[in-house]
Each structure stands twice: as structure tokens, then as C-alpha cells.
């Protein structure tokens, strides 16, 4: 019987995963996931991403012992680690889901004309995304640069097929591989801050499924409504699964469309509809990274490139750890700390108070976010911080600075996800919450707080940062 090595990366998941069908078809089926800590201009995984990669990969391991297999866990170049698996296993094909990263795109291509030089068939599949990059084009064939005439193409096309059920077994190869490691190896050190992610988070497919339909049966009715609110739980709370893979976007795109009975029930702006058009968001960032493979590091706009920006590390520190003194900013900021995750509206308002208020590159932000989002995804994040700092495709035009007080009232008008992030404000009548200097000191003495110093003072004024940002922003447009 022929044995093909499936190499998993973020497609984390037995069912919908068209590598691993493809392979268990043709007969052995050798299940490995590479840690690559090698490729050159690789963003390597960050703390909170490593958290939760070995947590997923322990529950596919068990999904796979379920099905009479396992996983078998590498490090190091993944083209070394293949053909050398391979060999020992006397393996004759290799199979993988495609991955759009620039770096992985430019090493699985390489890997493709080594491992085919050395006699193996290697067959790649499609199981991340709804719409491949190079299959939806302008009329003119060009790449989309904005996002509705985008998702307008998208909703237009042929759906995207049906999510496929998993192997019921797998068959194990004769010849065992003779070099892997365990999980201790591959994740030597614990990631300091993961007591939260623990007690928010459970990886992999089983529980991205059970939150999956939680979400179709409690939360999707409203989701039009509610998916701007931080304060209820008004979001499906699955990027990370679908980052991850443990759930598939073709799984969701159907799912959703099972619930509302069909593509020809949906109602333009009706919550189904909104949560799909939600998941092209996902389908644009990986369209634009595909076609603009610099877009991690460059701005869209060159003008973007002669920013005057500040670099105050104290105030970043500031930021970074929910001590700005604007409370739907901290709010999120220690919402992400403790939990690896934070509301998308609030991602935006405390994104846009980085870069506009205190004028930092959106890099820095990009890169904290990096390091502590269990959803970490290049395309996504990218695609955030541009659209924040103005500097993206489809970016929110140079004049719109989100003000963070107003913010906080209209979308969490009663202040309860400030108070649940913000102890120190919980006693703070509603309306001062979003903005405690504006209080007088008899409410602030009974509410237990001290301005400077149980909650900080504000950073900086907002009326006069939103003026810097104006002017910063005027002399590159007019030197674009
Ligand atoms: P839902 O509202 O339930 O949406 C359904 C799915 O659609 C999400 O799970 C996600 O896969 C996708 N989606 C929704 N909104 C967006 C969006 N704006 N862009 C791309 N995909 C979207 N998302 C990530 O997955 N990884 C990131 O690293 C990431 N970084 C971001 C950085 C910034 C500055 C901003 C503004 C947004 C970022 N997002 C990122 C997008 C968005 O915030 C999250 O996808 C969303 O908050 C996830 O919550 P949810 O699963 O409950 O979303």
C-alpha cells in the first residue's frame, strides 16, 4: 500500500481537510506537522500563537489515535525534515493544504521542485480559504484593491464547495519514521502569561465545532446588531479556529447558510449575510497579501512611508499594557494581555489611538498584537493595522480618528466591559466610565478612585493629539 506524508500547518482538523482525504484515499497515511523556525523571512509564531499550537496539535494527535493513527512532530527545515521522513518511511507522495504567506509560498514551492526531484509526487489543496487569490479578478484581470467590489465578485461566483466529512480510519504505514520528538522538544519553554489563554481558550476541532453551533443556534440571529457590541457576547469568538484550521472557512460559509435555509434566503444586511460578507474580510486580507506580498512591512500608500512618527517607548509601554488612561482602549489592551483575544471594534479604536494618538508606527502595533493574538494571522492583522493607520487597501479615509470616550459610549453604553476589564473602575458611575477625569472628585473619592494613581491620568488630550494627527496627515498627503 503507498504511503502518503500529510504535512499539517494551519489546517489543523481531520474533517473538511482535502490534503488528508486525498491521501487516506490512496492508502498509508503518515500525519507530521514540521515546527519551522528556519524559513527566511518567516513571522516566526508568537507567544500566544505557541500556546496555542501545542495545545491544537495535542488534540489532533487524539483525534488522530481515534482513527487508529498519529502525529508525528518535527523541527527545523521543513525540507530536510520531509525528505528525511520520507526516506525512513518509505513514503512515495507528500500532500499539504496551500498556505499564502509570501515566505510560505516561496518555500513550498521550492519544497515542491526538491521533493519531486527526488522522485516523490507532491500534490498541494485548498483548505484555508473560500476564494483563492488568482481566482477572483477584476473585469480587467486585475487584483482587487477594495473590499466591497470584492466581496460583491465573491458573493457572485460559484459557491465555494461543500465542507467534505473526515476519514472514518486511517491506515498507518509499515515502516515507522525513526527521528521525531515529543511536545516537551518541540515547546521547550511555558509562555508566561498563559494561565488566561487557558482559562478563556480550549484548541482544537471538537470544541471549534461546539462553538461553532453555539453560535449558529444563540448568537447568529443578532449578529447584525450585536457584532459591534464588546460588552455581550455578540461575535462566534472563532478566529482563532479558523486560524488555526481546526475549523474550516467552508465549514462556517455553509453552516451558516444551512441555518438561513439556503443562499436564496439570504437577506442583504440580515445577519447571515453579514456574518458571511464578515468571513471575506478574512478572504480579502489573503487577496491583497497574496497580490501585495511586501504589504507586513511596507504601507500601501507610499506617501504613508515619510511619516513624522513619535517613538516614545513609554507611551507604547503605556498602550501596550492598558495604561493610557483611556478606559475602552486599557479596556482592550488587557483584554488581549489576559485572554489572547480582543473585540474587533475595539482592536480598531485602541489600534487607531497607537497610531493617531500617539502617533506611533503601526508596526509597533502590529507586531504586540502579533506576539499576544491566539488568532495571530498575517494576512488579517496586516490588513487591520493598515486599514487603522490609513495606510491600507480600503483604509479608513486620513480624517477619521475614532475618539475614544464616544466610542466607549455608544458601544458599550453601559460600561460593563470597561468595568470587567478595569477593576479599579467598577465602582464608577456610568457616566464618567468612559472618560473618569470628567468627574467630580466627590464621585471619583466614592468609587475608590485616584486619578494618577489607582487609574492613570490620560496620556494625552485627544482633541489636541486628534489635531497633530490632522496636521501629520495633511503634509503627507500633500507630499504624496
Ligand atoms: P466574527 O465577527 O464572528 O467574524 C467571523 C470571522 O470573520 C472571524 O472569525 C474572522 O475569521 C473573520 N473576520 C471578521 N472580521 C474580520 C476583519 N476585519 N478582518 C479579517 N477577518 C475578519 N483577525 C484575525 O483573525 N487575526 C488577526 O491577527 C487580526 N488582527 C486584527 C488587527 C486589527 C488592528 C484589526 C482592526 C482587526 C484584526 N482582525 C484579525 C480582524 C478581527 O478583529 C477579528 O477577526 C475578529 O475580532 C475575530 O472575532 P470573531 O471570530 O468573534 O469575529
Redo the contacts with the bound molecule.
Sequence with gaps: MPTTIVWFRQDLRLADNPALRAAAERGAVLPVYVLDDTTPGAWTIGGAGRWWLRQSLEALDRALHERGSRLVLLQGDPGVALTRLAAAAEADSVMWNRAYEPFAIARDTALKTSLTDRGLSVVSHNGALLFEPWTVATQTGQPYSVYTPFAKACLKAPAPPSPAPAPVRLHTPEVSPTEEIGFDDLFPTRVVWSQGLAAAWSPGETKAHSTFTR?VAD?LED?GDK?NRPDVE??????????WGELS?RQ?WHGVLAACGGAEALDPGRSSEV?LK????????YHILFHVPDLPTAPLKPAFAHFPWADDKDNRNAWRFGRTGYPIVDAGMRQLRTTG?????V??V??SFLVKDLLED?QH??CW??DN?V???????????Q??AGCGPDAAPYFRIFNPVKQGEKFDPDGAYVRRWLPELERLPQPYVHAPWTAPKSVLAEAGVSLGTTYPTPLVDHGEARGRALDALQRIKHAA
Excluded: C, K
Design positions: 453560535f448568537i449578529y457584532r455578540g461575535t462566534s469568538r472563532l478566529s482563532p479556529h479558523l486560524h472557512p462556517a456574518y464578515e468571513l471575506l474580510w478574512r478572504e480579502f486580507g483575544w480582543m473585540h474587533n471594534r482592536r480598531m485602541a489600534g503601526w502595533g502590529a498584537f502579533w493574538l488568532d495571530a494571522d498575517l494576512a488579517s492583522n496586516t490588513l487591520g493595522w486599514w487603522v
